[in-house]
């Protein structure tokens, strides 16, 4: 091979490396603050809370995880087997685990191979996951994942799904300006169409929104929609069934109650459902969509002006 | 020509100590190497395994072993640093590749996939000594009212190792005596065939064992085979090791973390555990010369 060959295939393998993300050291920085929580029993209790400002090119969840406590791993090293000396095991025939979601939503992959980024939050949580192994969406990083601060020039549209009155869609949109977010609300019959390019927020009561395909998952168990509650039919409209970590029901929640809780079709981007089983309810969901209510819930339902994390007891 | 790692008798004081004895002196030193992942009580206990093999006359054995973990220990430290994707300081930004997924390597990685790569090393080089040093038949008498219903187990942990070394050395020895017409025969090969063949000498010896009425215990005019008077010291020595590493253990010595950063503990207590091995380990040696028995 020539000297003028041999010097091309240099430049091309370098140009290659350095595209694909490659090089010497750390990296650049990226800008913002990535916080880190850490919390048990479906976020009920909440063990640490801190942020790191800046965090370099090459930072990921394990690696800040690392820092902040003390780890033990399994599988290579991809797979947090304990945390602060609180371990994964099986108890009375009842499997606990840590798992972790970014921005709202959790992660499909190991901790070892999600980057990090300045805006991100980080959430793992220790929880029982016998009835429910996966929870594609949760509520507790908001404003994520609506804000995506750590996205760039690439975020998804947000889109307001309004299928009720107008009032509570633009009370869902002020709320959602307040945290940053820029939000679009879209009539009626986008309901039918499930974006897959777009985040969305379904907001109406549950016999409207119940005919999304997303949404509709939340007619099923937990271990497929992830949400610990479900609506029941009653004899004069719906009712909210609150239930708890092994999938039983704990309460029923009759008129006004509402629910705001995430859902996830496949990699389709989240939507949330602020709905309620009337008109009250969803008022009282859209009341809900602020920080002191969402952190570190997975879903939160509401009746008689009373907070319900669910799954209720967690 | 014989394998450094066959046994054969080599005189000296390690020459005729019972099984039992060569056994818990030489597991000892694996203990250690088990017990702590510190690189300073490792290098101790590396130091030591190199005195003992050295005291029992099988510096061969040593080198064998030291030649096959430098090749097993660059593999360790580089599949370590590709797959444990930990640590704080890295090196090199390898990105994201389909399968393996993030590659990123960390000097804290590298120094952990040496870490590991001297356990073996240490592991590796007792159990040569052990191999080189202790009479197989020895062993499975020894283990005979342990397993006296497997004389397959028994046959497999106490003749795999020496028979694989001799059949090693003749393997070798005969394709090179094939001629210089003949084609290489691959190391690849040679493995492949030694493994094979090992495994069934381990069973024709299990099956003689079992047809001599191996599962019948000993003889009842079967006395004890006499051993050497010095097997007490490497004995004791031996529980002297254990001793101090589980001492050394509970109390908290040695600790060492990869992850975040690199934390050595390099206290005067690990130093000095570092040091009491191989002076443990020197200690049935001393005041001892030539063949004793």
């Known amino acids: 091979m020539s000297r003028r060959r041999s010097t091309t295939v240099a430049a091309a393998v370098s140009l290659a490396a350095a595209a694909a993300g490659c ?24 063990l640490i809370e801190t942020s790191e400002e ?25 797979f947090v087997q304990s945390i602060d000396g609180i371990s994964g095991t099986v108890a009375d025939g009842r499997s606990i685990d840590w798992f972790f979601f970014v921005n709202g939503i959790e992660s499909p992959r190991g901790a070892a191979d999600v ?97 999304d395909r997303v ?8 271990a ?49 459902l602020v709905t309620g089983t009337d008109g009250a309810g969803v008022e009282a969901a859209v009341g809900l969509l602020r920080t002191d209510s969402l952190a570190h819930r997975y879903a939160i339902a509401s009746a008689g002006g009373h907070e319900i994390p669910l799954p209720e007891g967690g | 020509m014989s394998s450094p790692l066959a046994y054969a008798p080599r005189g000296g004081p390690f020459g005729g100590v019972g ?34 093999g050295l005291g029992a006359r099988a510096a061969a054995a040593l080198a064998a072993s030291a030649r096959l973990s430098l090749g097993l220990g660059v593999l360790i430290v580089a599949v370590n640093a590709i797959t444990a994707q930990r640590g704080d300081t890295i090196l090199v930004r390898g990105g994201e590749v389909p399968v393996l997924g993030q590659i990123d390597v960390s000097a804290e990685a590298l120094v952990e996939g040496g870490v590991l790569a001297l356990r073996i090393a ?33 046959t497999l942990i106490t003749r795999l190792v020496p028979l694989a070394a001799a059949d090693h050395a003749r393997l070798r020895e005969a394709a090179a005596l094939r001629g210089p017409a003949a084609a290489p025969a691959g190391r690849a090969a040679l493995v492949r065939r030694l493994v094979a063949g090992s495994l069934d000498r381990a069973v024709d010896v299990a099956a003689a064992l079992e047809l001599r009425g191996y599962a019948r215990g000993a003889p009842r005019d079967a006395g004890p085979r006499p051993t050497s008077r ?23 010595i040695g600790d060492f973390d990869a992850y975040p950063t690199i934390s050595i503990a390099a206290s005067g207590w690990t130093l000095a555990l570092a040091t009491a091995l191989p002076l443990l380990a020197a200690a049935p040696f001393l005041g001892l010369r030539g063949r004793h028995g």
């Open chain 2, 19 to 52: 099984a039992g004895a060569a056994s818990l002196y030489l597991g000892a030193l694996a203990v250690a190497a088990f017990a702590f992942s510190n690189p300073i009580v490792l290098a101790g206990a590396g130091a030591a395994v190199v005195v003992a």
């Open chain 2, 230 to 252: 010095h097997s007490w010291r490497f004995a004791a020595a031996g529980a002297a090791i254990v001793a101090v590493v589980l001492v050394a253990r509970l109390g908290g």
């Open chain 1, 54 to 78: 800046d965090p370099a090119e090459s930072e990921t969840v394990i690696r800040f995880l690392d820092r902040e406590t003390e780890l033990t791993t399994r599988y290579g090293g991809g």
């Open chain 1, 215 to 222: 949404a509709a998952t939340l007619e099923h168990e937990p």
């Open chain 1, 224 to 272: 497929t929609s992830g949400v610990f509650a479900r609506f029941e039919r009653a004899a004069s409209g719906w009712r909210l069934a609150a239930l708890d970590e092994s999938a039983a029901p704990v309460e029923r929640l009759g008129a006004g109650a509402g629910l705001v809780a995430g859902l996830r079709a496949g990699d389709d981007p989240a939507t949330w």
């Open chain 1, 115 to 211: 980057p990090a980024h300045g805006g991100d939050r980080i959430w793992w949580d220790y929880r029982d996951w016998t009835d429910a192994l996966r929870t594609p969406a949760v509520v507790g990083s908001w404003p994520e994942p609506f804000a995506q601060v750590s996205a760039g020039t690439e975020r998804l549209p947000v889109r307001v799904v309004c299928l009720t009155v107008r009032r509570p869609c633009s009370d869902t949109v002020e709320r959602l300006a307040a945290e940053g977010v820029d939000a679009s609300i879209e009539p009626r019959r986008a309901v039918a169409h499930a974006d897959a390019e777009a985040l969305r927020v379904l907001v109406g009561p549950w016999a409207r929104v119940r005919s």
């Open chain 2, 122 to 154: 240490v592991v590796l080089a007792a159990f040569a000594v052990h191999s080189a040093c202790v009479d197989p038949d020895r062993m499975l008498r020894m283990l005979r009212p342990l397993a006296r219903h497997s004389a397959l187990t028994a």
């Open chain 1, 23 to 46: 090089g010497f050291g750390p990296g650049e920085s990226t800008s913002g603050e990535v916080t880190l929580t850490v919390t048990r029993d479906y976020g009920a209790n909440v």
